[in-house]
């Protein structure tokens, strides 16, 4: 099992999902990102120090060589990793940057529609479009502040 499977079943196993995972270079700092979909908050404190408890437990037990281990919400900003994350979020405004071009545009900000048939769809303020979803780079929730 690699180490992202590893991370991916432990903090499944205690009821979040594993938004994101950084490694720094030969994985001596490992960026956790988790969320709790049903946590009309998000993820606090204490949901943190769970995991990262679980985790330094599961990482000693795998003989896993790390330096430090951060674990954190995926924060206002969100990335979008998944397709299922492209569904949930339906509704919310995003920026996307696409590894290739589309219509001589690599960045978008819209709102997102969902996803169907493997393309993002968007509402733009020039009109709508769609988004191969293996061309995009990078995806995240933009911030609303009330």
Known sequence: MNLHELIEKTVVGLGYELVDL????????????????????GVDIDDCV?????????????????????????GLD??????AD????AGSEVH??????????????????????GKVRLVLDSGEAELDLGNIERARLVPKFD
């Not at 030969?26 to 979909?37: E, N, Q």
């Not at 492209?86 to 979020?89: A, G, H, K, V």
Request: aromatic share 8%; glycine share 4%; no cysteine.
């Open 78 to 83: 969100r990335p979008l990793k998944k397709p």
């Open 50 to 74: 769970a995991v990262s408890n679980q985790l330094s437990r599961v990482l000693t037990v795998e003989n896993v060589d790390y330096d430090r281990l951060e674990v954190s919400s995926p």
């Open 96 to 117: 996307l940057k696409l590894r290739i071009p589309f219509n001589g545009r690599r960045n978008f900000n819209g709102v997102l529609q969902g996803l169907q048939d």
């Open 22 to 41: 950084e490694m720094s270079p030969r994985a001596r700092v490992l960026r956790v990102f988790i969320d709790k979909p049903e946590k009309e908050r």
């Open 86 to 89: 492209y569904e949930r979020f």
